[in-house]
């Protein structure tokens, strides 16, 4: 089984002019996932994108817990469980031999795992399907962006189709459009970083192998000396390559497929049949925008910041930023909030994209000496690591993407029985929209969403006491992000409200 | 203070005996990495580290001898 590359039809401009409430321009993983949550919040949105297709090629790859928390809030989980490649366990490889593996260990009793696998191209057709299926997202192919005015009271946008030019005025428009962000140029923003003086050469290879479930990643292997190599396994018996080919390496010649099949070939070893998917040559650079929002216009995931690949950091970062701000835009349309409460998703993304772009940073630094010091020094913890336990912590193939703790810790999940039966705790919390208070005892009655433990939901497994550790007449809110961001006294009506009215910014 | 400087000198040479330059600069990167696991405190390390950049000559050890803590 593998999939079919859809091809969304344009269509024409209505009116020279139009006027949408929230316009998301972009329509990759983050621009569908922030036009979903929007939507699922009851806010119809217009998607304009330049494409007519989602992701050519697995690219993301590598979904973290929280981003399937994010996937499960907004309705598709089961999907990335059922269809997505689980896995734990990572091995690190040094020349010819097995340095050490590691298990992510994940923690018993939450719905999703550390990580699942799955090509983007999945992700995106299935938030395609959702986004359209809630009526409230008007998805607009082949409708390019093409200029921007950014104005205090409204945004307009020039927008171009196959079948002419219209006009686009927006109350908010969301920045999706990717690392070579064009509302980004057009508005002459800075987005300065660290260029890193390497190539690496992408592949996602179809074929029948019985390699674990793993991630396995090769320093200076004999297949491909003096380099570094990536195997993740993928749904629809398609594995994803990464080779690191060096600054020098010539992009257009090793695009080739006779040159790829060559390397995959080196590295499966003789007898192994398979079959070239996709391919692409990257460099990449770690950097971000000074600020995320600018006015009316607000720039997330890959627009607005840029990581290595190393850890998967890139992807959950963007859905992570549509998770932070949709819930906060949402709350100004209705007029539940003020509209400086959209400066909090700078104050509380900016520093978790600093967070990645420091350990992808520093990953990369190890992955890809740059000097004769910093060669001997990875070679030494490898060789360290092979033998001796300490040095393990030392060895960076890339720290895997975990939630950002600056603004509080997302809920954690629990098994629960509701009614009886077996359930999870956070498909309760911020599935409506809205706050959530999760008490043990007695609550206030405030209009938030209450679940009381021992009479809405069954704490039979103990986990939510062990893990929010509440006494008896305590509560903590969480946000419609699935964020902790209060723990006060249930019965207390006054500071349970004030609580969420200082988290709104009122 | 180790209580034979002499004989620890004098391993220390042992070790390198034979090594090529880039062999050298591995071992002793090994040895940097254990010493630093078996010391186990950051602040003490990262002392360590600014007294090794700052002894010596050159223009760089003689910026940062002025800020560097003497032993």
């Known amino acids: 089984m593998s999939f079919r590359q859809p091809r969304f039809p344009a269509m024409p401009p209505r009116a020279a002019e139009e006027a949408a409430r929230v316009v998301v321009v972009g329509a990759g993983l983050v621009g569908l996932t922030a036009a979903l949550d929007l939507a699922r919040r009851g806010v119809p949105v217009v998607v304009v994108d330049d494409d007519d297709t989602v992701s050519v090629g697995s690219r993301a790859i590598c979904f973290a817990k929280r981003t399937l928390e994010i996937y499960g809030r907004l309705g598709l989980g089961a999907r990335f469980l059922e269809k997505g490649v689980t896995w734990k366990v990572g091995r690190v490889f040094h020349r010819d031999r097995e340095t050490y593996s590691f298990d992510l260990l994940p923690e018993e009793g939450h719905e999703y795992p550390a990580f699942v696998n799955l090509q983007q191209y999945y992700a995106e057709a299935w938030l395609v399907e959702a986004c359209t299926e809630t009526g409230l997202v008007d998805l607009r192919w082949r409708h390019a962006v093409t200029g921007i005015e950014n104005g205090a009271q409204a945004v307009r946008l020039a927008v171009e189709t196959p079948f002419g030019a219209y006009a686009l005025h927006a109350d908010w428009v969301l920045a999706c459009d990717g690392a070579r962000s064009f509302l980004r140029r057009a508005l002459g923003l800075r987005f300065e970083g660290q260029v890193f003086q390497d190539r690496f050469l992408i592949a996602d290879v179809r074929m029948q192998a019985d390699f674990p479930a793993e991630r396995w990643f090769w320093f200076d292997p004999p297949f491909h000396p003096g380099q570094s190599v990536l195997l993740h396994k993928q749904p629809d018996d398609l594995w994803r390559i990464d080779f690191q080919l060096g600054w020098d390496a010539d992009p257009e010649a090793e695009k080739d497929p006779a040159r790829v099949s060559a390397r995959i070939a080196a590295m499966l070893g003789p007898g192994r049949p398979f079959e070239l998917e996709w391919v692409s040559i990257y460099t990449f650079r770690c950097r971000r925008m000074e600020r995320f929002r600018h006015g009316r216009t607000i720039f997330l995931g890959d627009a607005a910041h840029q990581v290595s690949p190393f850890g998967a950091r890139g992807g959950n970062g963007g859905v992570q930023d549509a998770d932070n701000l949709c819930w906060k835009l949402a709350a100004v349309l209705s007029g539940e909030a003020p509209e400086s409460l959209l400066d909090s998703y700078d104050a509380e993304r900016i520093p978790a994209a600093d967070e990645n772009i420091l350990h992808s940073t520093r990953a990369t630094d190890f992955i890809t000496p740059k000097n004769e010091a910093a060669r001997a020094y990875r070679d030494a913890v490898l060789e360290l690591a092979a033998r001796y336990a300490f040095a393990r912590p030392f060895v960076n193939s890339g720290r895997l993407s975990r939630p950002y703790l600056g603004y509080g810790e997302p809920a954690p999940d629990a098994p629960i029985l509701r009614q009886g039966r077996p359930d999870w705790l956070l498909r309760h919390i911020g599935a409506d929209g809205g706050f959530t208070l999760l008490a043990r005892g007695e609550a206030a009655e405030t209009g938030i969403r209450t679940l009381i433990i021992g009479r809405d939901i069954e704490d039979h497994s103990g986990l939510i006491a062990e893990r929010y550790r509440l006494a008896e007449g305590e509560a903590v809110l969480i946000r419609p992000d699935q964020h902790i961001c209060a723990r006060l006294p249930a019965r207390e009506r006054d500071a349970i409200l004030s609580a969420r009215a200082r988290v709104l910014g009122r | ?71």
Do not use: N, Q, W
């Open chain 2, 1 to 71: 203070m180790i209580s034979d400087p002499d004989a620890f000198y004098a391993a220390l040479m042992d070790a390198h005996r034979g090594l090529s330059p880039e062999e050298s600069r591995r071992l002793d990167a090994k040895l940097v990495l254990i010493l630093a696991d078996r010391i186990g405190d950051l602040p003490t390390l990262l002392e360590a580290i600014a007294m090794a950049r700052a002894a010596g000559s050159g223009p760089v050890a003689d910026r940062l001898a002025k800020e560097a803590p003497r032993a």
